[in-house]
């Protein structure tokens, strides 16, 4: 059964193949090469199923999607869904630069990674689950792997960035992980 992953980013492509691939069985993940749609949706989940649901319409296949990104306590919530615009030109390091400087002086730096996985069927019967990995903003880099917020993302209870981390600590950790592998039961039963 073949299974299309709803997603342009060759970071998430790499990172979902390597977290599902010994879980996934008889299903095949397949690459998305159609239009990008608006994720105009007001929480991970909402565009977790938007970007889902395009891909399945695209391709006539089941589709799977995820929508994440770093919520900062202090800053009520912010960036959440628009982690990958926050700082308006969808450049890692300037997300990051405008986050450190956002909490310049503040003491709380409780956040969360929230990730939302979405499954869409050809038949339109869908199904989405949250994960939230929580832990810290540090005060500046460190670590040169992951993506994203990683290197200024400390998990709870380590004392590393997850940037800090091997692919394969933070693949049995992260968000990412919790998320999918809660969806996988439900799309083991739905495929058959």
Same mark, same amino acid.
């Given at each position: 059964?073949?299974?299309?992953?709803?997603?342009?980013? &060759?970071?998430? #492509?790499?990172?979902?193949?390597?977290?599902?691939?010994?879980?996934?069985?008889?299903?095949? /993940?397949?690459?998305?090469?159609?239009?990008?749609?608006?994720?105009?949706?007001?929480?991970?989940?909402?565009?977790?199923?938007?970007?889902?649901?395009?891909?399945?319409? *695209?391709?006539?296949?089941?589709?799977?999607?995820?929508d994440s990104g770093i919520a900062v306590d202090?800053?009520?919530?912010?960036?959440?869904?628009?982690?990958?615009?926050?700082?308006?030109?969808?450049?890692?390091?300037?997300?990051?630069?405008?986050l450190l400087e956002n909490l310049r002086g503040?003491? &709380?730096?409780?956040?969360?990674? /929230?990730?939302?996985?979405?499954? #869409? /069927?050809?038949?339109?019967?869908?199904?989405?689950?949250?994960?939230?990995?929580?832990?810290?903003?540090?005060?500046? =880099?460190?670590?040169?792997?992951?993506?994203?917020?990683?290197?200024?993302?400390?998990?709870?209870?380590?004392?590393?960035?997850?940037?800090?981390?091997?692919?394969?600590?933070? &693949?049995?950790?992260? *968000?990412? =992980?919790?998320?999918?592998?809660?969806?996988?039961?439900?799309?083991? #039963?739905?495929?058959?």
């Open positions: 059964m073949r299974v299309v992953l709803a997603t342009h980013n &060759d970071h998430k #492509v790499q990172e979902l193949r390597r977290i599902l691939g010994p879980d996934l069985g008889p299903i095949e /993940l397949v690459g998305y090469d159609g239009p990008e749609p608006v994720e105009d949706g007001e929480t991970f989940e909402a565009n977790a199923l938007i970007k889902a649901r395009a891909a399945a319409a *695209h391709t006539g296949l089941p589709a799977i999607a995820d202090a800053l009520g919530g912010a960036p959440g869904i628009h982690s990958a615009r926050y700082a308006g030109t969808r450049n890692d390091a300037d997300n990051v630069a405008l503040v003491e &709380d730096r409780a956040a969360h990674f /929230l990730c939302a996985a979405a499954a #869409v /069927l050809p038949d339109g019967t869908e199904h989405v689950v949250l994960a939230d990995w929580p832990g810290t903003v540090l005060e500046q =880099r460190a670590g040169e792997g992951g993506f994203g917020y990683d290197p200024i993302f400390r998990p709870e209870g380590l004392e590393v960035s997850s940037a800090e981390l091997t692919a394969e600590q933070k &693949d049995a950790l992260s *968000h990412r =992980r919790q998320a999918f592998s809660a969806l996988l039961p439900w799309l083991r #039963v739905h495929l058959g």
